[in-house]
């Protein structure tokens, strides 16, 4: 058991096949080795096995909070879904505001262990530490939003007052490879597939009922010291300032027109750094700043709600109405940020605002990912147009808004040939149709809105992300696009391995308290070490914790090594870097590829691994001391090349 603060060192245990519940404690060494949310969930699905097959019933699904989670503790809303992907088959840990999290630590539990798979649809609710299962068949087949509005009429609470619900719309229940949960805030755990792992286990839902009670810091002194230093940092900043700064102002999509600008947006499937470059080769009427945040505030903006103990509302909300087949559809969703406008928009051939909002509220609805299902469509797209996807009884237009709009709800629910093969996925369309320089994905997850031939940071990024291509677990853009915490050429290769590996470890830190990202627009370590330290009563350095950020990425490598993972897996679409599928970079990135396998050697020698495996003295090191170990010694040399 642990007695630091922070925690309430109670976590269920529900196998779901029995419908058995049992309450365990917090492991001491584990807490302070591993913190909590993203760390300690990562432990525990590390506990139950690297080789489990993802959508089996052994699979396991961890609900997991923070020991900062729910506290004073600037934006500290956030809930940690962990388990083995479906889409990957890596390890993989996605995030959610609102206040699912903080009503979870609130209820009297630290985080939920779900095992095995109920014979008939079920929902778990969460209330004064104990875990019940109730039947969830007459749900099965609604959307997110009937979903939490009908639990809403079951349970004796009120959504937005005492309760929140997390849900699986169509996309989880049919198991697409990128489902997955959304809360009664439009706030999603959006990418791995973490709602298809739900809809394998027959989970419709999890529900939390809960006052406000806070956790007390052990040391109030300290506490207070990190917090109010972290307040005044974020209210002064240029990015997180409260009705001033941009992210504050227009949201994550603020970054729209500065990637457009930097030609660090990809377009069209990535065949673009910009639609300016798209409209300039081919003559056509798109423009970025359609669908920027500065137009989506002054057009379509009605409401700017925020997450538990934060002043920064980024998510703004929007209203649209569009017409769509003859008839008028009025859409009211939450929320149009960077990476959606970018998958749903650009990246697919077009900048029609409305539109993307009308996806973005069925992508919600249906439980899907915003950023996948952007991308899959524009690789389906591209193959469409190369002839590819013949076999098929339709094929999918760039830029093809109204059929785009009704394929997601199909692929939810694997309606029609086009739509099942866009279920399985960017690698699962590869392998399928033989596409792989059809894909912008990486380890089987696609990228995100920032360009590696511009960004070269987010290109070793992306490639090295222990949950496949990914901007958040080390978000180098702060540093080339924003200047922090100092300023960063963004087309500079050398600097960005070791630039890249200190994010990783800030972020998987972050992650595990479970703290919004976006606070490192602002805070440092120091202002981490102060609220952790206070709130858990604990004493460790900077040093210490940036270590602990280390082992915790460290183990999430270990457990993709031993499932199979290695320093080939850590790759880039060919059309990124130097070789025979190479598109270089238009405008201000003209001529750009990323220097990849330059960055891959400096960030393996600052990580201390051995052509992406793990050596079994750097586990040691780190105090990793379960498992069989990767078999690796710092002494070997990477395998040659095969001829």
């Known amino acids: 058991m642990t007695e630091l603060g922070g925690y309430n060192d109670r976590v269920a245990r529900v ?15 584990d807490a302070k080795k591993y913190i909590g949310a993203r760390g300690l969930g990562v432990k525990y699905v590390f506990d139950n096995g690297p080789e489990v097959e993802p959508l089996s019933p052994d699979n396991l699904l961890a609900f997991m909070t923070g020991p900062l989670t729910g506290t004073q503790t600037v934006m500290s809303g956030r809930i940690a879904l962990v388990t083995k992907s479906p889409l990957t088959g890596t390890v993989t840990d996605s995030h959610h505001g609102g206040w699912s999290g903080a009503r979870l630590k609130w209820s009297g539990v630290d985080g939920l262990l779900f095992n095995g798979k109920s014979e008939n649809p079920v929902y778990a609710v969460v209330e004064d530490g104990d875990v019940t299962l109730h039947d969830a068949s007459h749900l099965w087949g ?23 619900v997390m849900a699986i719309g169509p996309g989880g229940e049919n198991q697409v490879k990128y489902a997955c949960v959304i809360n009664e805030d439009d706030r999603a755990s959006g990418r791995g597939g973490t709602g298809a792992i739900m809809g394998s286990k ?31 940092l974020i209210r002064e900043s240029e990015v997180t300032g409260p009705n001033e700064g941009g992210l504050s102002v227009y949201g994550t999509n603020v970054l729209m027109n500065v990637g457009e600008e930097l030609d660090g947006l990809p377009t069209k499937n990535g065949k673009y750094t910009s639609t300016g470059a798209m409209r300039d080769a081919e ?20 409401d700017e709600p925020t997450c538990h103990s ?3 509302a980024c998510k703004k909300e929007v209203e649209v109405s569009v017409m769509h087949k003859g008839e008028e559809m009025n859409v009211h969703v939450e929320s149009y940020e960077y990476e959606t406008a970018y998958a749903l928009g650009p990246n697919a051939g077009h900048t029609e605002r409305d539109e993307i909002a009308v996806m973005l509220d069925r992508c919600n609805d249906m439980g899907v990912d915003t950023i996948e299902m952007g991308n899959i469509m524009a690789m389906a797209m591209e193959m469409s147009e190369q002839g590819k996807l013949d076999e098929l009884s339709e094929q999918l237009d760039w830029g093809d808004t109204e059929r785009m709009i009704d394929l997601i709800t199909e692929v939810a629910h694997r309606d029609g040939d086009l739509a099942d093969a866009l279920a399985e996925g960017a690698n699962g369309l590869a392998e399928r149709f033989d596409a792989h320089d059809n894909s912008l994905a990486v380890k089987g997850q696609t990228i995100a809105a920032y360009d590696p031939r511009c960004m070269k940071g987010m290109g070793i990024g992306y490639a090295t992300s222990n949950r496949g291509a990914c901007h958040l677990r080390g978000y180098t853009p702060s540093a080339e696009l924003l200047g922090i915490p100092e300023k960063a050429d963004p087309h500079e290769y050398e600097g960005k391995g070791e630039l890249v590996a200190l994010f990783q470890d800030m972020h998987a830190i972050s ?31 900077e040093d210490e914790l940036l270590e602990t950020g280390d082992r915790i990425y460290t183990l999430e490598r270990y457990y993709n090594n031993l499932a199979g993972f290695d320093g080939s897996d850590d790759s880039l679409p060919g059309r990124f870097i130097p070789g025979d599928e190479a598109i270089p970079g238009q405008g201000a990135s003209e001529g750009q590829l990323c220097e990849l396998d330059e960055m891959k050697e400096e960030y393996y020698a600052r990580r201390q691994w051995v052509d992406g495996v793990v050596p079994d003295e750097r586990l040691e090191e780190l105090g990793i001391d379960i498992g069989p170990g990767t078999g690796v010694s710092r002494g070997d040399s990477p395998a040659p090349a095969d001829d």
């Open 142 to 164: 609604k959307g997110v939003r009937d979903t939490i509005e009908e639990i809403e009429g079951e349970v004796d609470g009120s959504l937005g007052k005492n309760l929140s």
């Open 202 to 232: 027959n989970l419709k839902a999890v529900v939390v009922k809960s006052g406000t009670k806070m956790p007390k810091p052990a040391d109030p002194e300290t506490f207070k010291k990190g917090y109010q230093q972290a307040m005044q």
């Open 15 to 29: 196998d779901l096949s029995d419908g058995a519940v049992q309450y365990e404690s917090i492991d001491d060494e």
């Open 511 to 541: 992650d595990s308290f479970d703290i919004c990202k976006f606070n490192a627009f602002a805070e440092g370590i120091e202002e981490y070490v102060l609220q952790y330290n206070g709130m858990t009563g604990l004493d460790v350095t």
């Open 283 to 302: 003559g056509i009427d798109i423009d970025a700043e359609r669908v920027s945040g500065e137009n989506v505030r002054e057009n379509i903006l009605v």
């Open 310 to 312: 934060c002043p920064v």
